[in-house]
Structure formats: structure tokens, C-alpha cells
């Protein structure tokens, strides 16, 4: 579960790709836009300007480069031509890219123009939760430390965690081990060693943290039709702490 040196600097590189690709989404003017037209442009920007692969592309027969889960989705929505990003949308982009063998993962709860107070306090609060996840990892640390961390901060706010899907430890493939969840007692799993590379990616939802999987096989959505909201970056241990891999431009700070 371990990687070198060597292969977390590709790595690395990846996620500086990765972070490239969320700054150009970063820039698009979402509102009006279909989620496939999202999905093309950022295929094309991965492709011909990035020179990578998009790694979800043909991964377990999925035909797109991104996930795109709005409002009630919690993960895995399908991207479509008839989806248009309205304003008051929340909207999750989950983006894999891959270069020099090696893969990064990572996703960004967007809000589409003018968004009510209880679904931008989700989003920021989602937020925050991966970063009390990310600020939990360190040598000697244990994954029920991580997971500890953000429900903790979930339930302090009010939220519930999804715990049907969780992190995954990644490199030459989109899922390795070890799995990461985003609930759990201090102390306990699998402790946390220099070289380990893997995903937070807490889904918090409104409401319940029951979801249930639409007829298309893919997108999850709440049971009870809240709003959910997504955050993800790809992290190695390290010999005294944490690096996030996929750290975007406007974070500098966080990693400070």
C-alpha cells in the first residue's frame, strides 16, 4: 500500500494536472450549461491542452470523463445533454486524469450563481470536513482517526455521512487499498505509514445518510431527496504529515 518516492512525485504531477483542469472549470460560466457540454469541454482540455488521460473514461464501461452530481446526487451522476446547470444548483464535478502510469482523483462542489444559505452552508461545511479529514493524517495516525475527524465535524453542524461509498487508496489503478471511511472511532484501523497514498472524499447530506441508486446503474441519489454535496483530494503520508497531491491554486494557504 505503500509508494516511493519516485512514483508519489508522478503522482503529484497528476494531481498538478487534476488541479490545472478544476482552475479552467473554475473559469467556465456554468449557469446555462449542460453537464455534458462540462464534461466535453473538460475532456477536450485534459486531452489537448493537459496531454493526459482522463482515467474514469472506460473504467468499469463508464463513458464519460466526469462524474456531475447535482442537487439531491451524491456521487457517480451521469453527465447528459438535457441536464442544464441552473442557478441555485449545487453541483459536484469528480474528475480522475492520468500521466505517466499513475492516476489522480479528485472533486469540487460548484455553486451555480445566487445559492440559498442552507445549501451553501452543505457545501462549505462538506469542505471544511475533508480538511479536518486531510489535517488527521500523519505517521502513527490510524484511518479511524481520519474518519473520526470528519464526522465529528459533519454531526457538529448538523449533517449526516454517507457511508456507502468511501476513499481509496489509488495509484497505477483508480482503486487500491487501503479503503478510507469518513466515520470511525479514534484510534482504530489500520494505521497510517510514510508512502501511503489514498482519497477523502466525504458526502454529506441534508438529510438522512440513506441513498439509493437510480435505474441507469450509476447515479446515487438521496433517499429522501435532500441536497448532498462532495469534496475530494488525492493525499500521501509523509515522513511528518501530509501532502495533498491534487492541491489547487487557491488552497496554497490550506497546505501552509
Known sequence: MTKTQGEIEIMAEAGGLLALTFAYLDGLPLAGMSTLEVNDLVEAFI???????????GQYGYGFVLNSSRNQVVCHGVPSKDEILADG?????????????????????YLIGEVAGPARRLVNTTYE????????????????????AIETHA??????????YCGHGIGREMHEEPQV???GRPGHGLTLREGMVFTIEPMLNQGRRTVRT???GWTVVTADGKLSAQFEH???????????????????????
Open 47 to 57: 486531452v489537448d491542452r493537459l496531454g493526459a488521460r482522463p482515467a474514469s473514461k
Open 89 to 109: 444548483d449545487i453541483v459536484n464535478f469528480d474528475i480522475t486524469l492520468e500521466t505517466g502510469g499513475y492516476i489522480a482523483d479528485s472533486s469540487k462542489t
Open 129 to 148: 470536513a475533508m480538511w479536518k479529514g486531510i489535517r488527521a493524517v500523519r505517521p502513527g495516525a490510524t484511518l479511524g482517526d481520519i474518519g473520526h
Open 155 to 164: 454531526k457538529a453542524n448538523g449533517y449526516s455521512i454517507v457511508r456507502d
Open 181 to 183: 471511511l469518513h466515520f
Open 214 to 216: 437510480q435505474a441507469d
Open 234 to 256: 488525492t493525499v500521501a503520508v509523509t515522513a511528518d504529515g501530509v501532502r495533498v497531491l491534487t492541491l489547487r491554486p487557491d488552497e496554497a494557504q490550506r497546505a501552509a
